[in-house]
T-cell receptor
């Protein structure tokens, strides 16, 4: 059972454009939703995260939008740059379980072309 | 650089063998998480240790085991290896038992032939 579904699998965006990656979850106990960025040959690195008590969080060019009723959240990358080309993973966890073990989406490979 | 170190970087072995992957968390971090990344399954949580004790268990096979030592480094032991165990294995560390931010190491790439 895939508890976090991520789409699209791959995305090509023009430099300066907006990249949008969507995730949907099933487990209503999830209460922390991070996004990770992974470059080839590297481990995932935390990009931005949100809790369900807010509908949006912005950090620089990166914004998470969260829809609790629809059990969906998305990452928007504004003014996308070639350096943003990487694989992005959404994740979720139930912190009430006493552990922050992460359930990941399958990832989106983003390519930003000049 | 996350501050988490993993050794070895690459590992090639044969089916049926046993290997040990090592992880040193960031200075001061008490929690270590292990994840497996494969093309078909994606990133999957295996197990978490906090200050030497097992804290949470995920999709970890019975052939796999882990431990965290008094100096807080952790080892993941994989035995009776199968072709399907070929994957990237990441460890991540965080400050506390249930702390939000996990810092991932560079991973160990395991190839089982």
């Amino acid at each position: 059972q895939q508890q976090v579904k991520q789409s699209p699998q791959s995305l090509i965006v023009q430099k300066g454009g907006i990249s949008i990656i969507n995730c949907a979850y099933e487990n209503t106990a999830f209460d922390y939703f991070p996004w990770y960025q992974q470059f080839p040959g590297k481990g995932p690195a935390l990009l931005i995260a949100i809790r369900p008590d807010v509908s949006e969080k912005k950090e620089g060019r990166f914004t998470i939008s969260f829809n609790k009723s629809a059990k969906q959240f998305s990452l928007h990358i504004m003014d996308s740059q070639p350096g943003d080309s990487a694989t992005y993973f959404c994740a979720a966890t139930n912190s009430g379980a006493g552990s922050y073990q992460l359930t990941f989406g399958k990832g989106t490979k983003l390519s930003v072309i000049p | 650089d996350s501050g988490v170190t993993q050794t070895p970087k690459h590992l090639i072995t044969a089916t049926g063998q046993r290997v040990t992957l090592r992880c040193s968390p960031r200075s001061g971090d008490l929690s270590v998480y292990w994840y497996q990344q494969s093309l078909d399954q994606g990133l999957q949580f295996l197990i978490q240790y906090y200050n030497g004790e097992e804290r949470a268990k995920g999709n970890i096979l019975e052939r796999f085991s882990a431990q965290q030592f008094p100096d807080l480094h952790s080892e993941l032991n994989l035995s009776s290896l199968e072709l399907g165990d070929s994957a990237l294995y990441f460890c991540a560390s965080s400050v506390g038992r249930a702390q939000e931010t996990q810092y991932f190491g560079p991973g160990t790439r395991l190839l089982v032939l």
